[in-house]
């Protein structure tokens, strides 16, 4: 209901704003809505979808020069069709993972919402509000092709990096050999540039990440999977835009229901 306010000051806009609602019912996130429509305060900058990746992690968030602010990716481009179904634009800034998924940057104000292939737990809710899931996910072990690493067992007096803040930080904390070093990274960026260095042994990170670089690099292979059973939710600050929230639930849903999402979904995962 993002136009009660407005509406409610003038009654040809409340009667203008009751056709809209009603043509619009089919699609709720319509493409009536547009900037003048939204009040002061639903987003942190007015007429923005200000939103808040870690990159890169392809292929839900990387480089791309081609693209437009130069980036792209499953997350990006789910994110620039809410904000265009919402009247907004989108923008993106690049943010640290761990700050994100603890809350502080959304609780900031550094941006209205995180998308950034987030893990929906039940830690991360206690300052966090998810949509509903978009991907499903898992965690996987990338190694190099002639490592010997065959399994998590096999990284017993090896070193295993992770990106910090991670559900793949968690899962390895939990299950990787005692005798195994566990190092930190930023995120994938670092992380790839420490495996191929030989500065680490693995990667255990979401198996979609692990598996862009397999596609790229005959000399890595994803040495094990583990059914984590993750879904990745977008993020606002708890309790915060809530008019956002219940508009881009909505968004989704339309672009779940008219096919754009499994053609997104097609472009990256096929
Ligand atoms: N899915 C994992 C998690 O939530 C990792 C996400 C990292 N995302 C990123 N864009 N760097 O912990």
């Known amino acids: 209901m993002k136009n009660i306010k407005v509406a409610a000051l003038v009654v040809t806009a409340t009667l203008s704003f009751a056709s809209l609602s009603a043509c619009s019912t089919a699609d709720p996130a319509g493409t009536t809505s547009n900037t003048t429509t939204h009040p002061a305060g639903y987003t942190i ?63 900031a104000g550094q941006c209205d919402i995180g998308i950034s292939a987030m893990t929906i737990t039940e830690d991360r809710r206690k300052n966090l509000d998810f949509t509903e899931s978009y991907y499903d996910s898992l965690q996987a072990l990338l190694v190099k092709t002639d490592s010997g690493i065959k399994t998590l067992a096999d990284t017993a007096n090896k070193t295993i990096g992770v990106q910090r803040g991670s559900s793949g930080q968690e899962y390895t904390e939990e299950h990787a050999p005692d005798s195994a070093t566990i190092l930190e990274f930023e995120g994938d960026g670092d992380l790839w540039i420490a495996l191929q260095a030989g500065q680490i042994d693995g990667i255990l990170q979401d198996q979609p990440v692990n598996l862009t670089h397999v596609k790229a690099d005959a000399d890595y292979v994803l040495a094990e999977e583990y059914d984590t059973n993750e879904q990745y939710g977008m993020a606002f600050a708890k309790g915060k835009l809530l008019e956002l929230q219940a508009d881009v639930a909505a968004a989704l849903k339309a672009i779940r229901a008219d096919g754009t999402y499994q053609t997104l979904y097609d472009k990256y995962f096929a």
């Open 45 to 107: 900058a007015d007429g923005f979808l200000t939103a808040c990746s870690e990159i890169p992690f392809a292929p839900f968030e990387y480089e791309d020069p081609a693209a437009e602010d130069g980036v792209t990716g499953f997350d990006i481009e789910l994110g620039r069709e809410i904000a265009k179904r919402l009247g907004l634009t989108y923008k993106f800034v690049a943010v640290d993972f761990a700050a994100l998924q603890s809350g502080t940057t959304l609780a």
